[in-house]
């Protein structure tokens, strides 16, 4: 997913233009990915959408739902005296942070605590380029914002390629 985001958003102005802006959006985008995600959404999906019995998971819930907090504390901490996590608007790091954040209390988080997180959710919902994501897929691709080119083969420059010409000379 997070290697989405960053397709999706090269050349979308969704980051700074800077390479330490770009830093880090990628720093929070993988944040996402090894500690915001892993927590919050393992938490919301047992407790909301999980038929197993709660005694299947109960010995790791308390665990994720510290690691889901620490999580939290960290978007807290960092946007303490700050309206966005990147910069001065919208960046993919908003983007990649907003899918379990928003829905963080099916999870049973509490929101309520993290005054710096605030608004943020909302703030990513109401940008004009919000789009639900059951109503993405109804999108006809003109209308989509984002679109992702099929990926070409990677090449390397350091050294021949196998079968070339340089290859042979080798």
Same mark, same amino acid.
Request: hydrophobic share 35%.
């Given at each position: 997913a997070e290697a989405g985001i960053c397709c999706w958003g090269? /050349? &979308?102005?969704? /980051?700074?233009?800077d390479r330490c802006?770009? *830093? %880090? $959006?990628? %720093?929070? $985008? =993988? =944040? /996402? %990915?090894?500690?915001h995600g892993p927590a919050i959404a393992v938490v919301r999906f047992w407790l909301a959408y999980s038929?197993?019995?709660?005694?299947?998971? &109960?010995?790791?819930?308390?665990?994720?739902?510290? +690691? *889901?907090?620490?999580a939290l504390d960290a978007m807290e901490r960092h946007l303490a005296g700050r309206t966005w996590l990147v910069g001065d608007g919208m960046t993919l790091a908003?983007?990649?942070l907003y899918a379990y954040t #928003?829905? +963080? #209390?099916?999870?049973? =988080?509490?929101?309520?605590r993290c005054r710096a997180i605030? +608004?943020?959710?909302?703030? $990513?919902?109401h940008d004009a380029g919000h789009v639900r994501i059951a109503a993405f897929s109804r999108l006809p691709p003109a209308r989509r914002r =984002?679109?992702?080119? +099929?990926?070409?083969?990677p090449r390397c420059s350091a050294?021949?390629? $196998? /079968?070339?010409?340089h290859a042979a000379q080798a």
């Open positions: 090269e /050349g &979308a102005g969704l /980051g700074p233009e802006g770009s *830093g %880090q $959006v990628l %720093q929070w $985008v =993988f =944040f /996402g %990915q090894y500690d038929d197993r019995p709660r005694d299947e998971y &109960a010995d790791r819930l308390d665990e994720r739902t510290a +690691a *889901g907090y620490r908003a983007i990649a #928003h829905v +963080a #209390h099916a999870g049973d =988080f509490d929101l309520g605030g +608004a943020g959710p909302e703030r $990513v919902a =984002f679109s992702c080119p +099929a990926p070409s083969p050294g021949p390629r $196998v /079968g070339s010409a």
